[in-house]
């Protein structure tokens, strides 16, 4: 008898885009030699990869393991969440919803009371990010996607890592011209890029 492996799979997708950082509510770092606020023109993301744990993350040996766990919690908050098991059902279809683990609750709302639904959660992407500052300088980082069950593919848990890709693909394509812009601006100041300062993630 043929055997059925019920295990989702997750499959990796790639997605390059660019963006500004402070679309994304990152800081600006230090600050220019006539006073002007340094600016991030320019960030790459590259190769996500889908982890259905934390612990699968850290056994792949990409990112460490606190990389891996600020990304699933990053990633819980973006989850969408329901009131109530109905609403979120109506949302993603019968039988796709949740309540919340003790873990989730506490990631998303700081809190681990719960009280609320979401679609079933089945992992999350982790990406690198590269970014580049009117500085010249050049900072890593790690981003990061939910993968969940939506209304349109009850079953199948690859399409959920495929919504997840395009909206990751969609929020970059929607603020490319921002960055391009501030690019723009930063070189009409004078602010050339020159020099880099390297950093890392990973193990």
């Not at 994304?24 to 259905?52: I, K, N, W």
């Not at 600020?70 to 019968?94: M, Q, W």
């Not at 011209?177 to 601006?185: I, K, L």
Request: aromatic share 6%; glycine share 10%; charged share 20%.
């Amino acid at each position: 008898m043929a055997h059925n492996d019920q295990t989702p799979h997750l499959p990796r997708r790639k997605r390059s885009a660019r963006l500004s950082l402070a679309m994304m509510g990152a800081s600006a770092f230090g600050l220019t030699a006539c006073g002007q606020p340094e600016q991030t023109t320019d960030v790459s993301f590259d190769s996500p990869r889908s982890y259905q744990s934390v612990d699968e993350c850290v056994a792949a040996d990409v990112y460490t393991r606190s990389a891996c766990e600020d990304a699933y919690e990053a990633s819980i908050k973006e989850v969408p969440r329901f009131n109530t098991l109905e609403e979120c059902e109506a949302e993603h279809g019968e039988g796709a919803c949740t309540a919340p683990t003790e873990q989730q609750s506490q990631a998303a709302t700081g809190s681990s009371g719960g009280g609320w639904f979401m679609p079933a959660m089945m992992g999350y992407m982790v990406g690198n990010m590269m970014s580049r500052t009117s500085h010249g300088a050049t900072n890593r980082g790690v981003y990061q996607e939910p993968v969940y069950r939506n209304r349109q593919n009850q079953g199948n848990w690859n399409t959920a890592t495929n919504q997840a890709s395009q909206r990751v693909n969609q929020r970059h394509q929607a603020l490319r011209t921002t960055a391009t812009q501030n690019r723009q601006a930063t070189q009409r100041r004078g602010f050339g890029s020159r020099s880099s300062a390297r950093g890392g993630w990973g193990s």
